[in-house]
Structure formats: structure tokens, C-alpha cells
């Protein structure tokens, strides 16, 4: 158990439609980064945020977006779903957000129909 | 533009044997390198990392090894375990980067 939390861990919907996908980091830490795994790729990198603030992004879709609160729980936001963003979409938190270790969530299921 | 890469997808190894990861990168700014490794229907799970500073770094039955010169990591689990089997990462992140460029996985399979 890394301490990352993330839910739902399934959700199945529909074209078109938007979902809300939730994150809280582990105690202490301040960084939380958003990850997109589709079937038969690696990790892709999304978005950063740092106590509550966006510090990076990566190849995330206008579609997409995220924010994290002032108690360091983070949301990423899909919209106008399409078939292909089904995928595993995974949450990771890390102390400072400079380069240390970052620490994954078991993820999200999104399978959109 | 693949940055990190694990050019092989799967890997058999016999139990008690030694196991040896392999990870290419091309980007001279990377300056931190990490293996994560990931069972079905779970988030990565941190395993070792290594600062560019280093040429190894060793944790119970985990060494990884970086090749600066060569732009080479090597992980290597011995003696190897069942347990053992799932898919490793090889990721890299560098110096006022926060993000992590990952690979695209091995499969291990440790036969009994």
C-alpha cells in the first residue's frame, strides 16, 4: 500500500459524457501528478500540481483538466469523453515535487462506450 | 519521441536465477532513474532508484546499475523469486523536470 488514493477504481460511461476522477497523496506530501496508460503503452505523463498550484504539464488534452485543493486531494476532470480515452488513468504524489521518488496510486479504470 | 526505452517486452527467467533489466535512455538531462514494477490491476510499486551521481545502487535482492557514458540501467533481482513476476519500468526524470518519462515495461516471468 503506497498510501495513494484514488477513486472510483472502475467507471464505465458514455461517449460524450464527463467524469471526475479523485487523488489523495500521501500524508506529507505536497505534489500530486496525474499519469494516462493506455492498453499496450507506457506511462504518459499529464499534469503536476504542487500544493495547490500546476507546476507541470504534459501531453494532456484542452479536454482534460485538473486542479488540487487546499487539503492536497487532487481531481481530474474528462470531458466530451471519446472511446479512446479509455484507459488507466493513475495518480502518484511525492514529497516536494523537485525530483524524488514518486509514489502511484492503484488507478482508475475508465472505459468509455 | 521515445526517450526511455526497455527494448525488451518480456523476459523467462528460472526461479533462484539471477534477472537483468534493461533500460536505454537518450536524453543526456535525465538525472534520476527508477524502477517501478506493476502487477495487473495495480498502480506501480517503487522499487530502487539511482542518482546520476552513482553508477549503483543496491536494495536487498535489487541492484540497479547506471552506465552514464553508455546512457544504460540495468536492474538486477537475484536470487529471483515467483513473487517476482509482473511487468518492471524503467523511468527518468530530469533536473528541474518533475515528470516522470517512463518505458514501455518488461514482463518477467519467473518459472519454478
Known amino acids: 500500500d503506497s498510501g495513494v488514493t484514488q477513486t472510483p477504481k472502475h467507471l464505465i460511461t458514455a461517449t460524450g459524457q464527463r467524469v471526475t476522477l479523485r487523488c489523495s497523496p500521501r500524508s506529507g506530501d505536497l505534489s500530486v501528478y496525474w499519469y494516462q496508460q493506455s492498453l499496450d503503452q507506457g506511462l504518459q505523463f499529464l499534469i503536476q500540481?504542487?500544493?495547490?498550484?500546476?507546476?507541470a504539464k504534459g501531453n494532456i488534452l484542452e479536454r482534460f483538466s485538473a486542479q488540487q485543493f487546499p487539503d492536497l486531494h487532487s481531481e481530474l476532470n474528462l470531458s466530451s469523453l471519446e472511446l479512446g480515452d479509455s484507459a488507466l488513468y493513475f495518480c502518484?504524489?511525492?514529497?516536494?515535487?523537485?525530483?524524488?521518488?514518486?509514489?502511484f496510486g492503484p488507478g482508475t479504470r475508465l472505459t468509455v462506450l | 519521441d521515445q526517450q526511455v526505452k526497455q527494448n525488451s517486452p518480456s523476459l523467462s527467467v528460472q526461479e533462484g536465477r539471477i534477472s537483468i533489466l534493461n533500460c536505454d535512455y537518450t536524453?543526456?538531462?535525465?538525472?534520476?532513474f527508477l524502477w517501478y514494477k506493476k502487477y495487473p490491476a495495480e498502480g506501480p510499486t517503487f522499487l530502487i532508484s539511482?542518482?546520476?551521481?552513482?553508477d549503483k545502487n543496491e536494495d536487498g535482492r535489487f541492484t540497479v546499475f547506471l552506465n552514464k557514458s553508455a546512457k544504460h540501467l540495468s536492474l538486477h533481482i537475484v536470487p529471483s523469486q515467483p513473487g517476482d513476476s509482473a511487468v518492471y519500468f524503467c523511468?527518468?526524470?530530469?533536473?528541474?523536470?518533475?515528470?516522470?518519462?517512463f518505458g514501455q515495461g518488461t514482463r518477467l516471468t519467473i518459472n519454478p
Open positions: 502518484a504524489s511525492s514529497v516536494s515535487g523537485n525530483t524524488d521518488t514518486q509514489y
Open positions: 536524453n543526456s538531462m535525465f538525472d534520476y
Open positions: 523511468a527518468a526524470s530530469a533536473r528541474g523536470a518533475q515528470k516522470l518519462v
Open positions: 500540481y504542487y500544493n495547490g498550484e500546476e507546476r
Open positions: 539511482i542518482s546520476s551521481i552513482k
